[in-house]
């Protein structure tokens, strides 16, 4: 039998303003001309069996909370406004230099080169008077 085909086009002073198309095998492509917007008073889910990629010159997220239920990978420069806070896994990692502005407060230990330069650190070659400690051991 003859494969099921659809395309409508809309057509404005003879120039093609949106176009949906559906071929054969059920792919649909929708293509216009000016602004798209959906709304619902209802949920909005995307469900796809392969990736979803978003091209646009940029993209707003306009909400109070934001949840992303798997890794994140950020390929460009992480900007943050309003803080920053995190718990649990297995920690943070950073590699590269770190510049901080500002006072930095933490509990556990503080370590440089793998001594302990926080509170319970301890020097070697201590004398009374003027002079200076050894390094932290």
């Known amino acids: 039998g003859a494969s099921t085909h659809l395309k409508v086009v809309v057509k404005a002073g003879g120039a093609e303003k949106a176009s949906l198309h559906i071929d054969p095998s059920g792919n649909l492509t929708l293509e216009h001309v000016g602004n798209l917007v959906v709304n619902t008073d209802g949920t909005a889910i995307v469900t796809a069996g ?61 370590q440089n080169n793998g001594k302990a330069i926080g509170s319970t650190h301890t020097h070697s070659g201590v004398q009374a008077g003027g002079g200076t400690s050894g390094a932290p051991t």
Not at 61 to 81: R, S
Not at 90 to 104: E, K, Q, R, Y
């Open 50 to 110: 392969g990736a979803v990629e978003v091209n646009a010159p940029s993209v707003t997220l306009d909400t109070p909370q934001t949840t992303c239920t798997g890794a994140l990978t950020v390929e460009g420069l992480l900007t943050y406004q309003a803080g920053l806070t995190g718990s649990g896994g297995s920690g943070a990692s950073m590699t590269g230099a770190l510049s901080v502005t500002g006072n930095i407060t933490s509990t556990g230990t503080v």
